[in-house]
């Protein structure tokens, strides 16, 4: 089986493709293209970039991106410097861990639209509820239907006059 180098290398040439053209193309620098299809990992800081630009570099080419990256991952596994680190710590992760990776994950613009919906339905069920309840507690339900006597000698039938001049 070839190496994620030879591959790239021979889809590029298949595609008569110069390293220049590929470097404008992807905005990865030609001594990084060149890097790739030679093997040569140590001029890279991290796996990252390797990974990163073996990806964009193999979609270019139209190569079986999932496959050429499998295959890096077991190239890479097998340098010392490019080998992923051991855990940090021994202790198994909790539940605090798994809830601030699913948070990670979320899109936080369609969360924020779903939250807002959920609230606009929370406060339109809370009023529904309450004016229900307003409905059910009128102060006047057992009155019996009656006159209005108003308290005192008063009749209320007419009402006092004011000593203020006519308005104009």
């Known amino acids: 089986m070839p190496t994620v180098a030879e591959q790239l290398r021979a889809a590029r040439e298949a ?6 053209q590929v470097a404008e193309t992807t905005k990865i620098r030609t001594d990084h293209l060149r890097a790739l299809e030679k093997g040569d990992f140590d001029v890279f800081t991290a796996p990252v970039y390797i990974r990163g630009f073996v990806r964009c570099y193999a979609s270019l080419l139209k190569l079986d991106v ?6 890096l991952e077991a190239e890479l596994g097998r340098t010392e410097k490019f080998r992923e680190p051991p855990p940090l710590s021994k202790q198994p992760r909790g539940a605090l861990d798994f809830v601030m990776l699913q948070l990670s994950r979320l899109d936080w613009r369609k969360t924020l639209v779903v939250l807002a919906v959920l609230g606009l339905l929370a406060v339109g069920a809370m009023v529904y509820v309450l004016w229900q309840r307003a409905r059910q507690n009128d102060p006047l339900r057992g009155l019996a239907p009656a006159l209005y006597q108003p ?18």
């Not at 595609?15 to 220049?20: F, G, N, R, S």
């Not at 308290?151 to 104009?168: H, M, Y």
Request: aromatic share 0%.
């Open 151 to 168: 308290a005192g000698g008063d009749s209320g039938e007419t009402l006092p006059l004011t000593n203020a001049p006519p308005r104009k």
């Open 66 to 71: 999932p496959q050429v990256m499998s295959a």
């Open 15 to 20: 595609k008569q493709l110069t390293v220049h």
